[in-house]
């Protein structure tokens, strides 16, 4: 691919015996027609496509970049148990490039799982001893079985070694009361820091949050549109200029920009990107009875370098 200095020295030869006026006419020319060249080989120098959309062609293809469940186990702050490995597929599966994340009703009779509810850490209420309950606060009973995955790539932007990241797919999300699917990011180390690029919580709307802390939280509410098709949904992060410890977040809609947050203390922090269809919680109760599925394709990780 032809360089920058290799169009420069071109230019200086083609022009050098011209006079001033006619070679800044035609060096204007020239640059016109090679600009688009020239920025396409900065461009493909400096991203790198980490995630590709491809993902969800084959369970093979899938397990090369994705992970199973969370980071940290089944369960989290819902009232779904998430179940999938490598030869369980009722609730994480993958076919024609789509990945699709089913919650089911959890059968009846499941055994109540066994806690002290004298702990001094965290006290559980008698009603959750009766029901096979979440192991993560706040600690809801169990309703439904479902499924999430974590890819294996982290997301961070040290503003040095990588200078972005844009991190983007495209969704068929339930929006039932009792529905909480997810796209989103969030600490591998503490929390958070967190950015909710998709959360459906019950309602025809999406919600871009950005978790500075756990109180201070930057949030953009959006009609999520409801003819059940896919839309995309996409994040850029990025450096702020003269600032060592935030970054700059947009948040997008089918392409069109809905909010610009700043991520206080993301810069250099390594962050996990989850896929989960959790259940009431914070998208209300009870849920419905008959479950939901959450549909993702062209999920794409692609990271910048200087």
């Known amino acids: 691919m032809t360089s920058i200095l290799e169009i420069s020295g071109v230019v200086n030869w083609i022009y050098k015996d011209l006079p001033s006026l006619a070679r800044h006419q035609r060096l204007a020319m020239l640059f016109r027609g090679l600009a688009p060249i020239a920025f396409a080989a900065l461009a493909s120098a400096a991203t790198t496509v980490v995630l590709p959309t491809s993902s969800f062609t084959s369970y093979t293809t899938f397990q090369q970049y994705w992970n199973y469940l969370y980071p940290w186990g089944s369960d989290h702050n819902g009232s779904a148990r998430m179940i999938g490995n490598s030869t369980e597929h009722t609730y994480i599966s993958v076919a024609n490039n789509v990945l699709t994340l089913t919650a089911k009703p959890a059968p009846a009779g499941q055994p109540p799982r066994l806690v002290h509810a004298s702990s ?161 919680g914070s998208s209300g109760s009870p849920g419905p009875a008959a479950g939901a599925t959450f549909q993702t394709r062209n999920v794409q990780l692609t990271k910048y370098t200087p």
């Open 120 to 280: 001094s850490s965290s006290r559980i209420s008698q009603e959750s001893l009766t029901w096979n309950c979440s192991t993560s606060n706040p600690h809801p009973a169990i309703h439904y079985f479902s499924g999430t995955v974590h890819a294996k790539q982290q997301v961070v932007v040290d503003g040095t070694s990588i200078t972005g990241y844009d991190v983007q797919g495209e969704f068929i999300a339930s929006t039932a009361k009792g529905t909480w699917p997810a796209f989103w990011l969030t600490a591998v180390n503490g929390w958070p820091p967190e950015a909710d690029i998709g959360e459906w919580k019950g309602t025809q709307q999406n919600w871009f949050n950005t978790f500075n802390t756990s109180s201070a939280v930057a949030s953009k509410i959006v009609t999520w549109p409801n003819d059940g098709q896919f839309h995309a949904l996409k994040a850029e992060l990025r450096p702020i200029s003269g600032n060592t410890k935030d970054l700059s977040i947009k948040y997008y809609l089918d392409g069109v920009l809905q909010a610009t947050h700043t991520a206080a203390n993301f810069r250099g922090a390594a962050m996990w990107l989850i896929l989960d269809l959790q259940m009431e």
